[in-house]
T-cell receptor, first 113, second 114 residues
Framework: KQEVTQIPAALSVPEGENLVLNCSFTDSAIYNLQWFRQDPGKGLTSLLLIQSSQREQTSGRLNASLDKSSGRSTLYIAASQPGDSATYLCAVRRSGGYQKVTFGTGTKLQVIP | GAGVSQSPRYKVAKRGQDVALRCDPISGHVSLFWYQQALGQGPEFLTYFQNEAQLDKSGLPSDRFFAERPEGSVSTLKIQRTQQEDSAVYLC????????????FGDGTRLSIL
């Protein structure tokens, strides 16, 4: 059974800092990995999607990397802003067969002005 | 609309009542997913549809949970004889086709069982 862990569970940083969020998974037979952000009382907003054959994806100040063999992904946020405050979730889709996705428990980020 | 729409946004029910939660996916999206999210946790997979076919229902916690998508668009998640542990946010997501496409989520239905 796939297990997805995110460390740290919560993070508080001053505005302007660069930061890294970590995601690890136990089964490396994945199809892709997706990073989301979730604002309080809202659904999930997709940030980046990395296919299993890719090493990284970039969008603006965000960069996500994937090391499938070691079961790890990182989300790098450059020059953090208060608007980045949210919970960040990684989700792993298994390879083969159905589309089942396993989520981590998230990292709650607070960026202090 | 442009996004995934879920209704109602909030639902309060007494223990033992039946509830029905609705999901309108993005028009033309083939894949539809239901998730259950407990407070402070990540979403847990419930079930997956490809068009009208329910291909995976392994995440449904009990036979009190039932999902359908009869015409391959709107989906309904039904919970019979609700219990307090059913209290959670129920999220719906859709994607255009298969696994290479990102999932687009609705804002969820917050279900509270008294």
């Amino acid at each position: 059974k796939q297990e997805v862990t995110q460390i740290p569970a919560a993070l508080s940083v001053p505005e302007g800092e660069n930061l890294v969020l970590n995601c690890s998974f136990t089964d490396s037979a994945i199809y892709n990995l997706q990073w989301f952000r979730q604002d309080p009382g809202k659904g999930l907003t997709s940030l980046l999607l990395i296919q299993s054959s890719q090493r990284e994806q970039t969008s603006g100040r965000l960069n996500a990397s994937l090391d499938k063999s070691s079961g790890r992904s990182t989300l790098y946020i450059a020059a953090s802003q208060p608007g980045d405050s949210a919970t960040y979730l990684c989700a792993v889709r298994r390879s083969g067969g159905y589309q089942k996705v396993t989520f981590g428990t998230g990292t709650k980020l607070q960026v202090i002005p | 609309g442009a996004g995934v729409s879920q209704s109602p946004r909030y639902k309060v029910a007494k223990r033992g009542q039946d509830v029905a939660l609705r999901c309108d996916p993005i028009s033309g999206h083939v894949s539809l997913f239901w998730y259950q999210q407990a407070l402070g946790q990540g979403p847990e997979f419930l079930t997956y549809f490809q068009n009208e076919a329910q291909l995976d229902k392994s995440g449904l916690p009990s036979d009190r949970f039932f999902a359908e998508r009869p015409e391959g668009s709107v989906s309904t998640l039904k919970i019979q004889r609700t219990q307090q542990e059913d209290s959670a946010v129920y999220l719906c997501a859709s994607s255009p086709t298969g696994g290479k496409q990102p999932q687009h989520f609705g804002d969820g239905t917050r279900l509270s069982i008294l």
